[in-house]
């Protein structure tokens, strides 16, 4: 089954510095990667999203990439505040999978200080 | 939109009851549900997929009697813990997915569960 691993598992940045948290994953049929922001004691919230066919994707100060040969894609968030303070979540799908079930990478805690 | 809401937030109950938690998608209409475990400082832990009108598939691991699943509508997923036990404390996440093509799965925000 798929494994996704996710680096680092904490990162503590200035206010205004960028942050760059990694994802591998080890199903090459993987094709859809989500990441996800929770905050404490709340439910994850969906902030990006990318597709196997495209290499990039931004949305204002967060972007993600993706590179398919080496199986990893990375989630950056510049200018960051203290409101992108978070444990951050990647996650690997199959689209082709009919339940469309998700593999999530451990979490990233960010603390932007300021 | 993309609203998923539960209920309860939090709901503390004796060792031996049951207690069941809904998650409803307020905008949309989810073929498919899932339902998460989230221990402290850990990742997302998939319990179960349901369908709509069918059984929910569980997870290795994960006991189906001990947690009831049904999917009712295109709107609601309701989980029972049956005869909970201080182990099944936890904090508990439904997802809502709409119908495919659509690949994102939106999260509710999420129920505290304290078995005492």
């Known amino acids: 089954g798929e494994n996704v691993e996710q680096h680092p598992s904490t990162l503590s940045v200035q206010e205004g510095d960028s942050a760059v948290i990694k994802c591998t994953y080890s199903d090459s049929a993987s094709n859809y990667f989500p990441w996800y922001k929770q905050e404490l004691g709340k439910g994850p919230q969906l902030i990006i999203d990318?597709?196997?066919?495209?290499g990039e994707k931004k949305d204002q100060r967060i972007a993600v990439t993706l590179n398919k040969t080496a199986k990893h894609f990375s989630l950056h968030i510049t200018e960051t505040q203290p409101e992108d303070s978070a444990v951050y979540f990647c996650a690997a799908s199959r689209t082709t999978d009919s339940w469309g079930k998700f593999q999530f990478g451990a979490g990233t805690q960010v603390v932007v200080t300021p | 939109g993309a609203v998923v809401s539960q209920h309860p937030s939090r709901v503390i109950c004796k060792s031996g009851t049951s207690v069941k938690i809904e998650c409803r998608s307020l905008d949309f209409q989810a073929t498919t549900m899932f339902w998460y475990r989230q221990f402290p400082k850990q990742s997302l832990m998939l319990m179960a997929t349901s369908n709509e009108g069918s059984k929910a598939t569980y997870e290795q691991g994960v006991e189906k009697d001990k947690f009831l699943i049904n999917h009712a509508s295109l709107t609601l997923s309701t989980l029972t813990v049956t005869s909970a036990h201080p182990e099944d404390s936890s904090f508990y996440i439904c997802s809502a997915r709409w119908h495919p093509p659509s690949y994102e799965q939106y999260f509710g925000p999420g129920t505290r569960l304290t078995v005492t």
């Open positions: 990318i597709r196997s066919n495209v």
